[in-house]
T-cell receptor, first 111, second 114 residues
């Protein structure tokens, strides 16, 4: 079953703009992770935020986590055409170390 | 590159056949998780192996089975293949099950069942 739900399902922006993707989940979690996937290839880990953290930065990425609302957001600033990919949030539940993925947001960055 | 490798990269089988997919974990990692990703969907957890023992299983039938070897590499076996088994199969390695560690994914094996 899919726990995380990403919003929007698809996002198309111009190079240089910021992209924001949201994720909601249902159960208690140890952490939430964001991954990127280029066209049916393997997943690339972007960032992990633990349940006791509220915000984390990595380069052009900013992730927030609101455990009271069971939601997270991923912000990509100054987007580039190379950022075009599918982005997935994945939660690691307190009951174990499996990751539960959402269905992803397809981001298209137009040059 | 994550250091996680999978073989083969692509595979075509027919219904009823059996398939074995392989995964070599990143150096130093003792945990391997397997996921199935159908087209247009997010990955779904199949099972996890930690130090050669199964450590959690998702909602997949028993014809999906696995193995982890002393060097922590792993195999995923699927018997009696069905058309719906067509998917990208991903393995991920990490250090320590249940310790909130990042999982590093391999490039996947794309299986087509005809």
């Amino acid at each position: 079953s899919q726990q995380g739900e990403e919003d929007p399902q698809a996002l198309s922006i111009q190079e240089g703009e910021n992209a924001t993707m949201n994720c909601s989940y249902k159960t208690s979690i140890n952490n939430l992770q964001w991954y990127r996937q280029n066209s049916g290839r393997g997943l690339v880990h972007l960032i992990l935020i633990r349940s006791n953290e509220r915000e984390k930065h990595s380069g052009r990425l900013r992730v927030t986590l609101d455990t009271s609302k069971k939601s997270s957001s991923l912000l990509i600033t100054a987007s580039r055409a190379a950022d075009t990919a599918s982005y997935f949030c994945a939660t690691e539940e307190t009951s174990g170390s499996r990751l539960t993925f959402g269905e992803g947001t397809q981001l298209t960055v137009n040059p | 590159e994550t250091g996680v490798t999978q073989s083969p990269t692509h595979l075509i089988k027919t219904r009823g056949q059996q398939v074995t997919l392989r995964c070599s974990s990143q150096s130093g990692h003792n945990t391997v998780s397997w996921y199935q990703q159908a087209l247009g969907q997010g990955p779904q957890f199949i099972f996890q192996y930690y130090r050669e023992e199964e450590n959690g299983r998702g909602n997949f039938p028993p014809r999906f089975s696995g193995l982890q070897f002393p060097n922590y590499s792993s195999e995923l076996n699927v018997n009696a293949l069905e058309l719906d088994d067509s998917a990208l199969y991903l393995c991920a390695s990490s250090w320590g099950a249940g310790q909130s560690e990042t999982q590093y994914f391999g490039p996947g094996t794309r299986l087509l069942v005809l």
